[in-house]
């Protein structure tokens, strides 16, 4: 009976650890100072009175102390649910490489629960503690109106639920559980983040240097070179300096293509500061698109993973260059920019209603530059008519390891 608390063995002893140590002290108190004061005053009742006045004074504070002291060995600490609090809080001040695990540990021994775990909002376990049980309370875990996953919680051994007791605690714990896998939530968000701009930050720099060595450096060294024959031409062969000048300022206008090339081959900000698709709003809203007066913008996002640097740049650059085209040539009143997931990788499309294909005369720089953005990563774009009017551009992208 005590074991599985049956019968509600717990009230028994509650109520008869309460009431009989202060029914003994009442009987003794009352029945002492009577005895003394019948000496003073033997007549009357007085000594009752007195007796009872100084019952009635006690028993309220003794009681009071005798009741928590009574729920406090009978019930443990979920007699004083500050005391729980403070355990969990004690439990977050630790250091830990997983604060969500630690965090469901804590409310599972606070509560005593035989079982307790933390699910995403899709379902996958984040921490568990004990063996599942079928007979488990589910809490929704919110955070600023958002549900982040729920808390499963066990009964307490040898009890067939949890106790609505039990419920009302672990229920003023869910804000905090909700809190700490928020925040672990962010937490590896901003790994993954920094990860991927550290990430690109040294691609591109490599690919910078690259760039530097093998075409600018070059370049340099033999307008230095130029400028050296020339002076020396000066002196020794006056009439094949106009020669050299004019070989050192066609060097030097490759230098000035070369470092233009490097410029525009270098990793847009806006996607280390907002990402692919806050860089394809941002791009298409200093475009004029979505806009009053402009054209109609829409962005369908389905579901991407993280990529990787160069798959993200090159369908950044590539929506991009699309975007221009619309503006610039298409005079469309309505643009599509879809980034989806295929089998062969990433999809990009772009659509608009302007005068399609033919209506920008031959294919431009920046088409083939599109072209050759989608076939270095060993994709491929295609450019079609959409009917009645419209161009369709869609670019396969294959995955690369982020």
């Known amino acids: 009976m005590l074991r599985y608390r049956l019968l509600g063995i717990e009230v028994v002893l509650r109520r008869g650890l309460l009431y009989l140590p202060l029914t003994l002290?009442?009987?003794?108190?009352?029945?002492?100072l009577t005895t003394v004061l019948a000496r003073v005053v033997p007549d009357g009742p007085l000594p009752l009175v007195l007796s009872s006045a100084v019952v009635a004074v006690m028993v309220f504070p003794v009681a009071g102390r005798l009741r928590r002291l009574v729920d406090r060995i009978v019930l443990g600490e979920r007699a004083d649910p500050f005391t729980v609090v403070d355990r969990v809080s004690a439990g977050l001040e630790v250091a830990t490489d997983d604060p969500v695990a630690s965090m469901v540990e804590a409310v599972a021994t606070a509560a005593g629960a035989s079982y307790a775990s933390v699910t995403d909002e899709l379902g996958a376990e984040l921490a568990c503690v004990g063996e599942p049980v079928s007979n488990s309370l589910q809490l929704p875990l919110r955070h600023r109106g958002q549900v982040l996953g729920s808390l499963a919680i066990g009964p307490r051994r040898g009890e067939p639920r949890v106790t609505d007791r039990d419920a009302r605690l672990i229920g003023s714990l869910v804000p905090h559980v909700a809190a700490v896998v928020r925040a672990s939530s962010l937490a590896r968000d901003l790994a993954r983040q920094r990860e991927r701009v550290v990430?690109?930050?040294l691609a591109e720099r490599d690919r910078v240097r690259r760039d530097l060595h093998d075409g600018l450096g070059p370049s340099l060294s033999g307008i230095a070179l130029g400028l050296e024959a020339a002076e020396h031409a000066m002196d020794s062969d006056p009439r094949s300096v106009q020669d050299i000048l004019t070989r050192t300022r066609a060097e030097?206008?490759?230098?000035?293509?070369?470092?233009?090339?490097?410029?525009?081959?270098?990793?847009?900000s806006s996607l280390d500061q907002h990402g692919l698709l806050g860089a394809v709003r941002e791009t298409?809203?200093?475009?004029?698109?979505?806009?009053?007066?402009?054209?109609?913008?829409?962005?369908?996002?389905?579901?991407l993973p993280a990529l990787a640097p160069r798959v993200e740049e090159?369908?950044?650059?590539?929506?991009?260059?699309?975007?221009?085209n619309v503006v610039r040539h298409s005079g469309a009143g309505h643009?599509?920019?879809?980034?989806?997931?295929?089998?062969?990788?990433?999809?990009?499309?772009?659509?608009?209603?302007?005068?399609?294909?033919?209506?920008?005369?031959?294919p431009g720089v920046g088409l083939d530059s599109m072209?050759?953005?989608?076939?270095?990563?060993?994709?491929?774009?295609?450019?079609?008519?959409?009917?009645?009017?419209?161009t369709a551009v869609t670019a396969v992208l294959p995955w690369e390891e982020p």
């Open 25 to 32: 002290l009442v009987a003794l108190t009352v029945g002492g």
């Open 371 to 390: 072209r050759r953005r989608a076939s270095d990563l060993g994709g491929r774009l295609e450019v079609r008519a959409l009917r009645p009017r419209g």
């Open 252 to 268: 030097a206008d490759s230098a000035v293509r070369e470092v233009r090339r490097v410029l525009d081959g270098l990793r847009p």
């Open 284 to 303: 298409a809203t200093g475009l004029g698109l979505g806009r009053p007066g402009g054209p109609r913008f829409d962005l369908q996002v389905d579901g």
């Open 199 to 201: 990430s690109a930050t």
């Open 314 to 324: 090159a369908a950044f650059r590539i929506v991009a260059e699309s975007l221009t």
């Open 335 to 362: 643009c599509e920019v879809r980034l989806g997931v295929s089998d062969d990788g990433l999809e990009v499309a772009i659509s608009d209603d302007g005068t399609g294909p033919n209506g920008v005369g031959t």
